[in-house]
Antibody, heavy 124, light 108 residues
Framework: EVQLVESGGGLIQPGGSLRLSCAAS????????MSWVRQAPGKGLEWVSV???????YYADSVKGRFTISRDNSKNTLYLQMNSLRAEDTAVYYC??????????????????WGQGTLVTVSS | DIQMTQSPSSLSASVGDRVTITCQAS??????LNWYQQKPGKAPKLLIY???NLETGVPSRFSGSGSGTDFTFTISSLQPEDIATYYC??????????FGQGTRLEIK
Protein backbone atom coordinates (compact mmCIF):
# COMPACT_ATOMS: atom_id res chain seq x y z
CA GLU A 1 0.00 0.00 0.00
CA VAL A 2 1.29 3.42 -0.94
CA GLN A 3 1.62 5.85 1.95
CA LEU A 4 3.13 9.30 2.39
CA VAL A 5 3.64 10.73 5.86
CA GLU A 6 4.78 14.32 6.32
CA SER A 7 6.40 15.73 9.43
CA GLY A 8 8.38 18.76 10.54
CA GLY A 9 5.76 21.48 10.50
CA GLY A 10 5.27 23.92 13.33
CA LEU A 11 5.39 27.53 14.44
CA ILE A 12 8.41 29.47 13.25
CA GLN A 13 9.34 33.15 13.36
CA PRO A 14 9.72 35.19 10.17
CA GLY A 15 13.19 34.76 8.74
CA GLY A 16 13.57 31.33 10.30
CA SER A 17 14.16 27.93 8.75
CA LEU A 18 12.32 24.64 8.84
CA ARG A 19 12.78 21.27 7.17
CA LEU A 20 9.80 19.18 6.20
CA SER A 21 10.05 15.44 5.69
CA CYS A 22 7.85 13.07 3.72
CA ALA A 23 8.41 9.39 4.41
CA ALA A 24 7.18 7.15 1.62
CA SER A 25 6.23 3.48 1.67
CA UNK A 26 4.88 1.17 -0.99
CA UNK A 27 6.97 2.68 -3.79
CA UNK A 28 10.45 4.09 -4.42
CA UNK A 29 10.81 7.85 -4.15
CA UNK A 30 13.89 8.02 -6.36
CA UNK A 31 12.09 6.28 -9.24
CA UNK A 32 9.33 8.86 -9.32
CA UNK A 33 8.77 12.56 -9.67
CA MET A 34 7.84 13.96 -6.27
CA SER A 35 6.26 17.34 -5.56
CA TRP A 36 5.36 19.61 -2.68
CA VAL A 37 2.04 21.44 -2.84
CA ARG A 38 0.85 23.92 -0.23
CA GLN A 39 -2.45 25.44 0.81
CA ALA A 40 -2.68 28.63 2.81
CA PRO A 41 -5.54 28.73 5.35
CA GLY A 42 -8.84 29.04 3.52
CA LYS A 43 -7.10 29.34 0.15
CA GLY A 44 -6.48 27.18 -2.90
CA LEU A 45 -3.71 24.81 -3.85
CA GLU A 46 -0.28 26.10 -4.89
CA TRP A 47 2.41 23.89 -6.37
CA VAL A 48 5.75 24.58 -4.68
CA SER A 49 8.47 22.33 -6.04
CA VAL A 50 9.29 19.10 -7.88
CA UNK A 51 12.23 16.75 -7.95
CA UNK A 52 12.45 14.52 -10.99
CA UNK A 53 13.62 10.92 -10.89
CA UNK A 54 16.84 12.05 -12.54
CA UNK A 55 17.42 14.58 -9.77
CA UNK A 56 16.52 17.85 -11.51
CA UNK A 57 14.60 20.27 -9.34
CA TYR A 58 12.19 23.11 -10.10
CA TYR A 59 10.44 25.69 -7.94
CA ALA A 60 7.55 28.12 -7.98
CA ASP A 61 8.73 31.70 -8.34
CA SER A 62 7.32 32.46 -4.87
CA VAL A 63 9.86 30.17 -3.17
CA LYS A 64 12.78 30.13 -5.61
CA GLY A 65 16.06 30.82 -3.85
CA ARG A 66 14.58 30.16 -0.40
CA PHE A 67 13.33 26.56 -0.56
CA THR A 68 15.26 23.43 -1.52
CA ILE A 69 13.74 20.07 -2.38
CA SER A 70 15.81 16.93 -1.91
CA ARG A 71 15.50 13.23 -1.19
CA ASP A 72 17.33 10.54 0.74
CA ASN A 73 17.18 7.37 -1.29
CA SER A 74 18.35 5.19 1.60
CA LYS A 75 15.46 6.42 3.72
CA ASN A 76 12.95 6.64 0.86
CA THR A 77 12.16 10.13 2.11
CA LEU A 78 11.51 13.49 0.46
CA TYR A 79 12.48 16.78 2.08
CA LEU A 80 11.73 20.46 1.75
CA GLN A 81 14.24 22.82 3.33
CA MET A 82 12.57 26.18 3.86
CA ASN A 83 14.74 29.22 4.65
CA SER A 84 13.99 32.91 5.06
CA LEU A 85 10.39 32.08 5.89
CA ARG A 86 7.73 34.75 5.49
CA ALA A 87 4.21 35.11 6.83
CA GLU A 88 2.88 34.29 3.39
CA ASP A 89 4.53 30.86 3.58
CA THR A 90 2.00 29.89 6.26
CA ALA A 91 0.18 26.88 4.87
CA VAL A 92 -0.47 23.19 5.04
CA TYR A 93 2.29 21.52 3.05
CA TYR A 94 1.50 18.31 1.20
CA CYS A 95 3.93 15.97 -0.47
CA UNK A 96 2.59 14.11 -3.46
CA UNK A 97 3.73 11.45 -5.84
CA UNK A 98 3.94 13.18 -9.19
CA UNK A 99 3.15 10.39 -11.62
CA UNK A 100 4.54 10.97 -15.12
CA UNK A 101 4.50 8.66 -18.12
CA UNK A 102 3.78 8.57 -21.82
CA UNK A 103 0.92 6.86 -23.58
CA UNK A 104 -0.32 6.92 -27.20
CA UNK A 105 -1.75 10.42 -26.71
CA UNK A 106 1.42 11.90 -25.26
CA UNK A 107 2.64 12.77 -21.75
CA UNK A 108 0.41 12.04 -18.79
CA UNK A 109 1.07 13.61 -15.42
CA UNK A 110 -0.92 13.84 -12.21
CA UNK A 111 -0.62 13.74 -8.43
CA UNK A 112 -1.95 10.31 -7.54
CA UNK A 113 -0.93 9.93 -3.88
CA TRP A 114 -0.83 12.65 -1.26
CA GLY A 115 0.29 12.85 2.33
CA GLN A 116 -1.97 14.08 5.10
CA GLY A 117 -0.24 17.46 5.18
CA THR A 118 1.80 19.29 7.80
CA LEU A 119 1.01 22.82 8.97
CA VAL A 120 3.68 25.49 8.86
CA THR A 121 2.85 28.73 10.65
CA VAL A 122 5.19 31.69 10.21
CA SER A 123 4.47 34.26 12.86
CA SER A 124 6.18 36.29 15.54
CA ASP B 1 3.19 31.07 -15.97
CA ILE B 2 0.00 29.56 -17.31
CA GLN B 3 -3.05 30.93 -15.47
CA MET B 4 -6.05 28.71 -14.83
CA THR B 5 -9.41 30.37 -14.27
CA GLN B 6 -12.25 28.32 -12.82
CA SER B 7 -15.88 29.29 -12.73
CA PRO B 8 -17.97 29.57 -10.78
CA SER B 9 -15.98 30.06 -7.58
CA SER B 10 -18.88 28.61 -5.61
CA LEU B 11 -21.96 26.67 -6.53
CA SER B 12 -25.08 25.49 -4.73
CA ALA B 13 -27.06 22.59 -6.20
CA SER B 14 -29.61 19.97 -5.18
CA VAL B 15 -29.08 16.24 -4.89
CA GLY B 16 -29.62 14.71 -8.30
CA ASP B 17 -28.71 17.88 -10.20
CA ARG B 18 -26.26 17.98 -13.06
CA VAL B 19 -23.33 20.17 -12.05
CA THR B 20 -20.82 21.75 -14.41
CA ILE B 21 -17.58 23.56 -13.60
CA THR B 22 -15.42 25.21 -16.23
CA CYS B 23 -11.70 25.87 -16.32
CA GLN B 24 -10.01 28.18 -18.79
CA ALA B 25 -6.28 28.25 -19.47
CA SER B 26 -4.42 31.43 -20.39
CA UNK B 27 -2.86 29.60 -23.33
CA UNK B 28 -3.29 26.37 -25.27
CA UNK B 29 -2.51 23.42 -22.97
CA UNK B 30 -3.73 20.68 -25.29
CA UNK B 31 -5.36 18.08 -23.01
CA UNK B 32 -2.83 18.46 -20.18
CA LEU B 33 -5.41 19.03 -17.48
CA ASN B 34 -6.45 17.19 -14.33
CA TRP B 35 -9.33 17.58 -11.87
CA TYR B 36 -9.14 17.02 -8.10
CA GLN B 37 -11.68 16.88 -5.31
CA GLN B 38 -10.81 18.15 -1.85
CA LYS B 39 -12.98 17.66 1.22
CA PRO B 40 -12.44 19.81 4.32
CA GLY B 41 -9.35 18.85 6.28
CA LYS B 42 -8.30 16.25 3.72
CA ALA B 43 -5.73 16.03 0.97
CA PRO B 44 -6.92 16.43 -2.62
CA LYS B 45 -8.01 13.36 -4.53
CA LEU B 46 -7.46 12.83 -8.24
CA LEU B 47 -10.71 12.36 -10.19
CA ILE B 48 -9.92 13.03 -13.85
CA TYR B 49 -6.57 13.07 -15.66
CA UNK B 50 -5.59 14.04 -19.18
CA UNK B 51 -8.80 16.11 -19.42
CA UNK B 52 -11.21 13.21 -19.78
CA ASN B 53 -9.83 10.01 -18.25
CA LEU B 54 -11.54 8.77 -15.12
CA GLU B 55 -9.16 7.68 -12.38
CA THR B 56 -9.59 4.08 -11.27
CA GLY B 57 -12.23 3.73 -8.58
CA VAL B 58 -13.88 7.10 -9.21
CA PRO B 59 -17.65 6.92 -9.79
CA SER B 60 -18.78 7.26 -13.38
CA ARG B 61 -21.02 10.24 -12.56
CA PHE B 62 -17.83 12.30 -12.75
CA SER B 63 -16.55 13.26 -16.19
CA GLY B 64 -14.30 15.77 -17.91
CA SER B 65 -13.98 17.16 -21.40
CA GLY B 66 -12.22 19.84 -23.40
CA SER B 67 -8.89 20.65 -24.97
CA GLY B 68 -6.86 23.70 -25.84
CA THR B 69 -7.95 26.44 -23.46
CA ASP B 70 -11.47 25.45 -22.40
CA PHE B 71 -12.34 22.52 -20.15
CA THR B 72 -15.44 21.25 -18.39
CA PHE B 73 -15.93 19.06 -15.34
CA THR B 74 -19.37 17.50 -14.83
CA ILE B 75 -21.16 15.59 -12.11
CA SER B 76 -24.11 13.97 -13.83
CA SER B 77 -26.20 13.46 -10.70
CA LEU B 78 -25.02 15.22 -7.56
CA GLN B 79 -24.73 13.07 -4.44
CA PRO B 80 -24.42 14.31 -0.85
CA GLU B 81 -20.88 12.93 -0.61
CA ASP B 82 -19.80 15.14 -3.54
CA ILE B 83 -19.77 18.22 -1.33
CA ALA B 84 -16.20 19.46 -1.67
CA THR B 85 -13.98 21.95 -3.43
CA TYR B 86 -12.89 21.04 -6.94
CA TYR B 87 -9.66 22.15 -8.60
CA CYS B 88 -8.34 21.97 -12.13
CA UNK B 89 -4.58 21.70 -12.67
CA UNK B 90 -2.48 22.08 -15.81
CA UNK B 91 0.76 20.32 -16.63
CA UNK B 92 1.53 21.75 -20.07
CA UNK B 93 4.49 23.53 -18.51
CA UNK B 94 6.19 20.56 -16.88
CA UNK B 95 8.43 22.73 -14.72
CA UNK B 96 5.66 24.99 -13.42
CA UNK B 97 2.36 23.37 -12.56
CA UNK B 98 -0.60 25.59 -11.76
CA PHE B 99 -4.01 25.03 -10.22
CA GLY B 100 -7.26 26.84 -10.72
CA GLN B 101 -8.53 28.82 -7.75
CA GLY B 102 -11.11 26.17 -6.88
CA THR B 103 -14.90 25.78 -7.00
CA ARG B 104 -16.69 25.22 -3.72
CA LEU B 105 -19.73 22.99 -4.18
CA GLU B 106 -22.54 23.04 -1.64
CA ILE B 107 -25.88 21.29 -1.31
CA LYS B 108 -28.93 23.51 -1.74
Amino acid sequence: EVQLVESGGGLIQPGGSLRLSCAASGFTVSSNYMSWVRQAPGKGLEWVSVIYSGGSTYYADSVKGRFTISRDNSKNTLYLQMNSLRAEDTAVYYCARDRYYYDSSGPIRYFDYWGQGTLVTVSS
Amino acid sequence: DIQMTQSPSSLSASVGDRVTITCQASQDISNYLNWYQQKPGKAPKLLIYDASNLETGVPSRFSGSGSGTDFTFTISSLQPEDIATYYCQQYDNLHSITFGQGTRLEIK
